[in-house]
């Protein structure tokens, strides 16, 4: 189950099952979204991207959702794995002229159990 | 090809004492983003930089803390007169320009963990 409290929010899953994990952004002009992932001691690591002229990408085992309606992304992990315990954190670009504007969500823990 | 070096990994220091993180981008890339990640949370924009300047500075605290990326060499995020509150794992992250992630992406490193005692 998912639990929010003063720390990160943790969603625990047996290993198998699929995962979800939700994400709400706050800028309807943010044009491009990643998914992260955050292993312990470790910086963060490209899992999958989309564009927000579009409503949902696959990769390998993984699917990202984007709803801009609602300004809500998910990321779907498919038959979830002991490595796949990290953190996870959705990231929001914001176009401008010059650079790079990314702003990351506050993460979401995610532990696979035995 | 050695990806976005950080170092140290670790950095303690005391009280009042300055610390010192270097960031090494990728090879080819000259544009920096620091980023500061306080336990159990996002990472928050601290500055921008590409050689020799400082192109965004808008999560930079306005006191205490500096950053510079010279022509030659990584660049430095220094903390002058750390306090316990400065105590957080610093991200850097490269791209080879100032476009579009999607034809520029960022590469992050693993991070300087500060302890601040």
């Known amino acids: 189950g998912e639990s929010v409290g003063l720390h990160l929010p943790t969603l625990s899953v047996q290993e198998g099952d699929n995962s979800i994990i939700n994400c709400a952004y706050s800028n309807s002009a943010s044009d491009y979204f990643i998914w992260y992932k955050q292993e312990s001691g470790k910086g963060p690591q490209f899992i999958i991207d989309i564009r927000s002229n579009m409503d949902k990408r696959q990769g390998q085992r993984v699917t990202v959702l984007l709803n801009k309606t609602v300004k809500h992304l998910s990321l779907q992990i498919a038959a979830t794995q002991p490595g796949d315990s990290a953190v996870y954190f959705c990231?929001?670009?914001?176009?401008?002229?010059?650079?790079?504007?990314?702003?990351f969500g506050p993460g979401t823990r995610l532990s696979v159990l035995p | 090809n050695a990806g976005v070096m950080q170092n140290p990994r670790h950095l303690v220091r005391r009280r009042g004492q300055e610390a010192r993180l270097r960031c090494s981008p990728m090879k080819g890339h000259s544009h920096v983003y620091w980023y500061r990640q306080l336990p159990e949370e996002g990472l928050k924009f601290m500055v921008y930089?590409?050689?020799?300047?400082?192109?965004?500075e808008s999560g930079m605290p306005k006191e205490r803390f500096s950053a510079e990326f010279p022509k030659e060499g990584p660049s430095i995020l220094r903390i002058q007169q750390v306090v316990r509150g400065d105590s957080a794992a610093y991200f850097c992250a490269s791209s080879h320009s100032p476009g579009h992630p999607l034809n520029s992406p960022l590469h992050f490193g693993n991070g300087t963990r500060l302890t601040v005692t």
């Open positions: 990231a929001e670009n914001r176009p401008r002229n010059y650079g790079q504007n990314f702003v």
């Open positions: 930089l590409q050689k020799e300047n400082i192109i965004d």
